[in-house]
């Protein structure tokens, strides 16, 4: 069989508890929420894809021995620490100081720039944090066996098998919040409030990242 080729045990336990760190809320639940009530179906899923594709990154990363270099590495490690909290500051305090209107009057000028810009918003928020980087470093190896000859293609099945739950999760997620959330996207006041939501959550987001320590 592969996985036992590969040297991956206890797969369904991997599945299990990738499921359940998916399913608890967090900083990405509630930024593809925000983006599914400013922009619908479409922005939900712009931000759920950005962010699996930045854990896609980690876990190519934790595969060919990056996140391991990052962790033994105080430089390195500070280099994206300091990298990641800017990006997130500034990217709050933008939004923060940003004008939101309602969706029927946004999507007169067309969104595509709009969807493109959460798309990387998502994938940068987790590329930049090495604090993910560590998760998948710390969370993969315990499903592969030591003496195992093929770890990078281990890594590699286990982070793609956590990525496909985690996306399946995130677009149901976007698909639900977008549904419940029709009326309240055509009301300026509440989309308003919705972007300093989200601004506040990536300002808190930077701060966190800024006060990561290095192991």
Known sequence: MMVETLGIHELWLFILSGLLLNITPGPDTAY????????????????????????????????????????ASSAAFTVLKWAGAAYLLFTGVQMLLSHSRPLAEA?????????????????LTNVLNPKVA?????????????????????????GMIFIFNGTLWCLGVAAFAARAA?????????MAWINRVLGGLFVYLGIRVAMLEAR
Do not use: Y
């Open 134 to 158: 560590l998760f998948f470093l710390a969370f993969l190896p315990q499903f592969v066996a030591a003496d195992s000859g093929h770890k990078t293609l281990a890594f590699l099945a286990l």
């Open 32 to 71: 593809i929420i925000g983006r599914s009530i400013q922009l619908g179906w479409r922005g939900g899923a712009a931000a759920a894809i950005g962010i699996c594709c930045g854990c896609l990154v980690h876990v190519f990363g934790a595969a060919i021995g990056l996140s391991a270099l990052l962790m």
């Open 107 to 123: 999507a007169l000028e067309g969104n595509e720039a709009s969807l493109s810009r959460v798309f990387w918003q998502g994938a």
């Open 182 to 190: 029709r009326r309240i996207r055509q009301s300026a006041n509440v």
